[in-house]
């Protein structure tokens, strides 16, 4: 079975910081996907970077950044430079299987200060 | 392309009634997916299907069921709604290859 861990209920960051998400997983399968997902207050899921387990290289979109350890399984997401618009729940999520079924933690609500 | 679509968008019910949660998307994706999400959860996976004719459970199955007629709509039904079914409905989409996936809007259900 999955497991996804996100322990940080809420983050506070000032507004053009940096800040870091924390994800760990648990998982037996060798092939899977981690997902940062990010959900406003309207409620939509918004689709935010994707790193796959056999991807060499750490995932970067734009201002978001997927620091992967798989020794570690952790999959934390940097997000650079914080904007006022950024502040929102965010998931972490493990795909596997053949429909890529997402297993998701609990969440993190990030608040960006003026 | 329209992407992901859900009707209704909001829905009272109450205990007893059924419903079906329509799910569609116009991007001939072979895979769909079904999740609810609880007050101050992620979300959790009810059933998905793999392309037309093939459906399976996924953690939270039990209450709804699903079919796969059509490559475009996965239909969620509700046989006998319960309060604890009260939640935010989220159908998903993908191309395979499982780099992204696309939600719907969501439905809110309220069970009373």
């Known amino acids: 079975a999955q497991k996804i861990t996100q322990t940080q209920p809420g983050m506070f960051v000032q507004e053009k910081e940096a800040v870091t998400l924390d994800c760990t997983y648990d998982?037996?399968?060798?092939?899977?996907?981690l997902f940062w997902y990010k959900q406003p207050s309207s409620g939509e899921m918004i689709f935010l970077i994707y790193q796959g387990s056999y991807d060499e290289q750490n995932a970067t979109e734009g201002r978001y950044s997927l620091n992967f350890q798989k020794a570690r399984k952790s999959a934390n997401l940097v997000i650079s430079a914080s904007q006022l618009g950024d502040s929102a729940m965010y998931f972490c999520?493990?795909?596997?299987?053949?429909?890529?079924?997402?297993?998701f933690g609990s969440g993190t609500q990030l608040t960006v200060l003026p | 392309n329209a992407g992901v679509t859900q009707t209704p968008k909001f829905q009272v019910l109450k205990t007893g009634q059924s419903m079906t949660l329509q799910c569609a998307q116009d991007?001939?994706?072979?895979?769909m997916s079904w999740y609810r999400q609880d007050p101050g959860m992620g979300l959790r996976l009810i059933h998905y299907s793999v392309g037309a004719g093939i459906t399976d459970q996924g953690e939270v199955p039990n209450g709804y069921n699903v079919s796969r007629s059509t490559t475009e709509d996965f239909p969620l039904r509700l046989l006998s709604a319960a309060p604890s079914q009260t939640s935010v409905y989220f159908c998903?989409?993908?191309?395979?290859?499982?780099?992204?996936?696309?939600f719907g809007p969501g439905t809110r259900l309220l069970v009373l």
């Open positions: 998903a989409s993908n191309p395979g290859g499982g780099r992204t996936q696309y």
């Open positions: 998982t037996s399968d060798q092939s899977y996907g």
């Open positions: 991007m001939n994706h072979e895979y």
């Open positions: 999520a493990m795909g596997s299987g053949s429909a890529r079924q997402l297993t």
